[in-house]
């Protein structure tokens, strides 16, 4: 006669109910999970909130050096990237789990409530849901923040070379000049008069500078658009 295998599971049940903890052990879970729940939501309030000029009162022993940026290194990456560093409240995607689990870790293991969230994210994040790679700081003071959390997709890896031309006025002068030769540079010879010219070629490119610039800055000033080093800590859309 084959004995039956032994369920730890219902050995482990039946050692609770003889010690008869069972009721005051689900009260210590629910109480656990009520606690757990408040304190989701006091961050998620804080999350949606902003505060001005807050410092958080880390214990600097605690903290990972290689998650603390100063916020010129912050702004030079929003700057070559095309991104925005706004505060959480203007966030529209969703914070993950993950992310909220680490503030109540660091919020524990620091003994505070921590305040003034920021994100950095393409613009476009800040109105509709994305995929892309947001970053979730903490003000610690004096310019510096930590980095909590990263989800997302990584950024597509030619995103430095394509807000390049929107870093400043000579680089989109730049990639303008640019366009115009190489367009120059398609117009068949003879299309204007029978023999081409050193004149012709640059009068065509000309029209080609012109008509091109034209087009750009009416997609700019159509669109609201500026320039890097101006959007990065904006909240307004057409900043």
């Known amino acids: 006669m084959l004995l039956p295998r032994t369920n730890i599971e219902e050995k482990l049940a039946l050692e609770m109910r003889k010690d008869g903890t069972q009721d005051k052990l689900i009260e210590a879970v629910y109480e656990f999970l009520r606690e757990d729940s408040e304190k989701e939501e006091q961050i998620q309030k804080r999350l949606e909130g902003s505060r001005k000029k807050v410092e958080n009162r880390f214990c600097f022993d605690l903290l990972e050096t290689d ?21 959480s409240k203007y966030f529209k995607g969703e914070i993950p789990k993950e992310g909220i689990n680490k503030i109540k870790a660091l919020e524990k293991e620091h003994d505070l409530s921590i305040e003034g969230f920021k994100i950095i994210a393409p613009s476009k994040l800040f109105r509709l849901e994305d995929k892309d790679d947001p970053l979730l700081f903490a003000p610690i003071g004096n310019g510096y923040y930590y980095l909590i959390h990263r989800w997302g997709n990584d950024l597509h890896p030619l995103r430095k070379i394509m807000a390049w031309p929107f870093k400043n006025i000579v680089n989109l002068s730049m990639l303008v000049l640019l366009i115009s030769y190489l367009a120059t540079l398609l117009v068949p010879e003879g299309l204007f008069s029978k023999s081409s010219t050193q004149a012709e070629f ?15 800055i009416f997609y700019g000033f159509a669109l609201g658009k500026n320039f890097n080093p101006a959007i990065w800590n904006s909240k307004y859309f057409n900043a």
């Open 67 to 87: 998650k603390i940026y100063h916020i010129e290194q912050i702004k030079n990456i929003c700057i070559d990237y095309r991104l925005r560093f706004l505060d």
């Open 202 to 216: 640059w009068i065509v490119f000309f029209f080609m500078f012109k008509s091109i610039a034209s087009v750009v």
